[in-house]
């Protein structure tokens, strides 16, 4: 089928064109910047954001969060079961 919208610029707020699994890393970046995260339990986040600056949460519940990130780091980061929203 064709898509009807693929000339059209992709709001910050619309739905995700797609999901990965994350592991975290101090060195590599993601294989796509991500829109947001899903974690499925309960930690702190740590991640580089558009420019390379690190940033950090304290403990977040379980859930999806809007963000973008290049990055996930292992250092800071003990939030399990995260996944990516591109």
Do not use: C, K
Not at 14 to 38: E, K, Q, W, Y
Request: proline residues 8%; without cysteine.
């Amino acid at each position: 089928m064709e898509d009807q919208f693929e000339n059209q610029a992709r709001p910050i707020d619309g739905p995700a064109l797609g999901a990965f699994v994350i592991v975290p890393s101090n060195s590599t970046d993601l294989v796509s910047p991500i829109r947001a995260v899903t974690i499925s339990a309960a930690g702190t986040l740590a991640w580089h954001d558009s420019v390379g600056v690190a940033q950090a949460t304290a403990d977040l519940p379980p859930g999806t969060y809007p963000m973008f990130a290049r990055r996930i780091l292992v250092t800071g980061t003990t939030a399990t079961g995260l996944t990516g929203w591109v």
